[in-house]
């Protein structure tokens, strides 16, 4: 089985791509979708986030409040480290026993902060960026989400830059047209390559 990681910024095309692998064959492991279980309503990451944050870090309907966090630790590091300390840990313990139960010839795991994290590349056989501008990014992420040019600029240098993934990257996609026949042949490409 081949251990595919997959990364790109905001707005890159990299769960579109993920998902046109997952079609292709690939066991695709989703460390957003985790994070988001692990803080949705009921998730095993609140007690402690409500605990370290306050009640009212979690909104109404049961589930973390993400604009409020997302304000504070894009504001406060400190604020961002703890919140990493408590939901990476259970994220990684999923990831494990989702590609434990893989029975593809290709994993994918889909990790949004994979340059971010010096322990991810020695995990993986492969490394695949999917690439695009900042400009794209930008426009991509302001009609899918409605938010500012401002608060998307803030999520992009929060992340790792253009040229930190792609120096993790064993193959980069180029995303910056928006085309799913296009991406679509690069997912055919990298699923020929590891055995879909």
């Known amino acids: ?55 009212d870090m979690i909104g109404p309907d049961g589930a973390l409040s993400r604009d409020r966090m997302r ?55 492969r490394v695949l960026v999917v690439d695009c501008s900042e400009l794209t990014q930008v426009r991509r992420v302001q009609a899918r989400n409605g938010w500012t040019e401002e608060a998307v600029s803030l999520v992009i240098r929060q992340q790792a830059t253009r040229a930190q993934r792609r120096a993790v990257a064993d193959l980069v996609v180029l995303n910056d047209v928006d085309d799913i026949d296009l991406l679509g042949h690069a997912a055919d490409m990298v699923a020929g390559r590891f055995g879909l």
């Open 1 to 55: 089985m081949v251990r595919l990681g997959l990364t790109g910024g905001i707005g890159s095309g990299k769960s579109t791509l993920a998902a046109l692998l997952a079609r292709r064959g690939a066991c695709l492991i989703d460390a957003d979708a985790i994070s988001r279980a692990a803080t949705g309503v009921g998730g095993s990451a609140l007690p402690a986030i409500q605990d370290r944050f306050g009640a």
């Open 71 to 125: 304000a504070l630790v894009f504001s406060d590091p400190d604020a961002r480290q703890a919140l990493e300390q408590i939901v990476h840990p259970l994220v990684a313990s999923e990831i494990a026993r989702q590609a434990a139960a893989s029975r593809s010839a290709c994993t994918v795991f889909d990790i949004p902060l994979l340059a971010e994290s010096p322990r991810w590349p020695a995990r993986l056989d």
